[in-house]
């Protein structure tokens, strides 16, 4: 089975640090991948994602993730965190089987983000 | 469009009572699914459906969970006797099912539903 796997529970940081939260998955063939963010007492929203092509994406307020297909990772990066990005962070997983309509997402378990002003 | 609209968005109930949990998807969205958010087991999906038929709910915990979606706009995920350990935030999700090409869809989240049960 798929699975995905967050090796930061919880990271803490000071305005204007860099960030990178990590993300791996297993899974042997193609998959498209996501970020989602969660922000204190609100819903998930999308943050950026991947299917194909160029394997830096670039995301909404900042947030890029790169693709290393041989290192199954998808790894979560901003060059200067804020105060607002303090939000609990998760990466996501559909494996690209060819069916058409819609597959489940696996999660990763999450990673809670503080950011200190 | 509003989003995704979830009802109650707290619940407070004792074990042993039933409690009903409402989703109303973004219009147009031929996918629905329910997910459960704990801090020991993270987010985890319960059940999927298209077009309003259940195509996957291997992540129900056990028959105390069902789950029905009588039509396009509307589903809810009910729970008969509660216990403690439902104790989670529950969210719905919908999307518009891909058709062809690499593309996909993103999941829309809802505000949740926060249950508590005593």
């Known amino acids: 089975a798929q699975s995905v796997s967050q090796h930061n529970h919880h990271v803490i940081l000071s305005e204007a640090a860099s960030l990178e939260l990590g993300c791996n998955y297993s899974?042997?063939?193609?998959?498209?991948l996501f970020w989602y963010v969660q922000y204190p007492g609100q819903h998930l929203q999308l943050l950026l994602k991947y299917f194909s092509g160029d394997p830096l994406v670039k995301g909404i307020k900042g947030f890029e993730a790169e693709f290393i297909k041989s290192k199954f990772s998808f790894n979560l990066r901003k060059p200067s965190v804020q105060w607002s990005d303090t939000a609990e962070y998760f990466c996501a997983v559909i494996p690209r089987s060819g069916i058409q309509g819609a597959q489940k997402l696996v999660f990763g378990q999450g990673t809670r983000l503080t950011i200190n002003p | 469009d509003a989003g995704v609209i979830q009802s109650p968005r707290h619940e407070v109930t004792e074990m042993g009572q039933e409690v009903t949990l409402r989703c109303k998807p973004i219009s147009g969205h031929d996918y629905l699914f329910w997910y459960r958010q704990t801090m020991m087991r993270g987010l985890e999906l319960l059940i999927y459906f298209n077009n309003n038929v259940p195509i996957d709910d291997s992540g129900m915990p056990e028959d105390r969970f069902s789950a029905k979606m009588p039509n396009a706009s509307f589903s809810t995920l009910k729970i008969q006797p509660s216990e403690p350990r439902d104790s989670a935030v529950y969210f719905c999700?919908?999307?518009?099912?891909?058709?062809?090409?690499?593309?996909?869809?993103?999941?829309?989240f809802g505000p949740g539903t926060r249950l508590t049960v005593l």
């Open positions: 899974y042997g063939g193609t998959v498209n």
């Open positions: 999700a919908s999307t518009k099912g891909w058709y062809g090409g690499s593309s996909y869809n993103e999941q829309f």
